[in-house]
């Protein structure tokens, strides 16, 4: 059952005199309870698309209907309310207040509601359950790894239990392996939780992780993928030889370390440390190279 549907919609920014248009007659339909990604190069509209989704932003026209009720035509002064109950967003760069506690930072979305401060409290705790923090609850950010932060965030995120969230590049700053724990309870959330998932990413090995992968390209989308399509197409393609790129790079730095002990720049020892980290590196990527079939 269609639960978001955007119809041709379109958003222009100007600057000046200066028109740009972000969104060009995009339209999707998600179902209720879907997860998708969305993939697409940098400046095709993938941020301006979520932040219209989760009223942060209006369109310039089209119709955005989410559980049938039109955000075009909601007032204002009702999109605040939008915001607070309907969607929950994350962003890339952890959202987080520095000098709040992950269980404060939990808890600030429900103090704009008129929850007693007891019922907030055990609510944020539960929540920081699910992302597994519970023995985190009075750790700051600072205090707390990227992927911890982006767990407080997902946690933070589902405080008013919105029944639809919004992800522009959650594991954007994370190495693969956090990126792999932080898609996991996004899909965990997804299913058992049954919230509709809309995730902007870059990374095609996240992409894949959900069922549906729509393709954004100068504000259109252009194309629906399914994770094995999307292995014999061009994002898979794109991994490969971004990890073959980092080998070369690699390579160079090995080619330069010869000629400094050649020059007698280096002492022995450190050259031995230093090339055994560059070819365990070089080997651990041309595995992961093998294991996507390059
Ligand atoms: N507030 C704004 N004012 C003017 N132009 C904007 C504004 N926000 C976005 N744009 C422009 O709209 C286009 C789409 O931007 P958007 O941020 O949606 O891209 P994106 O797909 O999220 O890119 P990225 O992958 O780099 O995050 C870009 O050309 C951008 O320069
Ligand atoms: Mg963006």
Redesign the pocket.
Known sequence: MTFISCTDVV?V???GNVE????RGLSLDVDRGEMISIM????????????ILGGL?RANAGTIMVDDVSLGFTPVSELVNYRRRVVGHIFQNLNLIPTLTALENVELPMIFNEENRGARTERAKELLGIVDLSNRLQHKPDELSGGQQQRVAIAAALANDPPILLA??PTGELDSETSRIIMDYLLRINREYNKTIIM?T?NPIVAAATRRILR?ED?TIIGTYTPAQMGANAGQVNYVDQLRERISKLNRELATLDKRIQKGQINGDEYVKERLRLTASIKGLEDEIHRHGG
Not at 20 to 23: D, F
Not at 40 to 51: C, D, E, F, I, R
Request: hydrophobic residues 30%; glycine residues 14%.
């Open positions: 958003k920014y100007r600057i740009i248009q972000a969104l697409g190069p940098s400046g095709s509209g993938k941020t301006t698309l979520l932040n932003d522009d590049e902007v870059h954004i504000g």
